[in-house]
Nanobody, 116 residues
Framework: QVQLVESGGGLVQPGGSLRLSCAASGSRFSIYAMAWHRRAPGKERELVAHIGSSGSTNYADSVKGRFTISRDNAKNTVYLDMNNLKSEDTAVYYC??????????WGQGTQVTVSS
C-alpha cells in the first residue's frame, strides 16, 4: 500500500512563500507522474501543477510564474514552491502520484491560508 505524507502548509501573509512536500513510500514500483491539486472553499478541486517522469511540467494559468513543482526521484518526493502568494491561493492542497502498475494515490491534504 502506497502512503503519501504531506507537509509544509500553514498561514502566510500575502506576498509570502511556502514550500509543500509530499513523500511517497510503500511501493517497489516506480512513480510515473506526480502533481499537486487544491480545493478552495466552495470550489471544486483543480490541478495546480504536474510533473512527469521525465521532469516535464505544466501549471494552472493562475499560478504560472509564481509556483514551481519539482521532484526528487531518489526520495520519491514531490515539492511545490509557492511564491508571491495571494489570498485566492487559500485552499487545501493535495498531493497526487501515479505509481506504475498500481494506479493513482492521493495525500490527506494540507491547509494553506494566505491572509494578513
Amino acid at each position: 500500500q502506497v502512503q503519501l505524507v504531506e507537509s509544509g502548509g500553514g498561514l502566510v501573509q500575502p506576498g509570502g512563500s511556502l514550500r509543500l512536500s509530499c513523500a511517497a513510500s510503500g511501493s517497489r514500483f516506480s512513480i510515473y507522474a506526480m502533481a499537486w491539486h487544491r480545493r478552495a472553499p466552495g470550489k471544486e478541486r483543480e490541478l495546480v501543477a504536474h510533473i512527469g517522469s521525465s521532469g516535464s511540467t505544466n501549471y494552472a494559468d493562475s499560478v504560472k510564474g509564481r509556483f514551481t513543482i519539482s521532484r526528487d526521484n531518489a526520495k520519491n518526493t514531490v515539492y511545490l514552491d509557492m511564491n508571491n502568494l495571494k489570498s485566492e491561493d487559500t485552499a487545501v492542497y493535495y498531493c497526487y502520484v501515479y505509481v506504475n502498475l498500481l494506479g493513482a494515490y492521493w495525500g490527506q491534504g494540507t491547509q494553506v491560508t494566505v491572509s494578513s
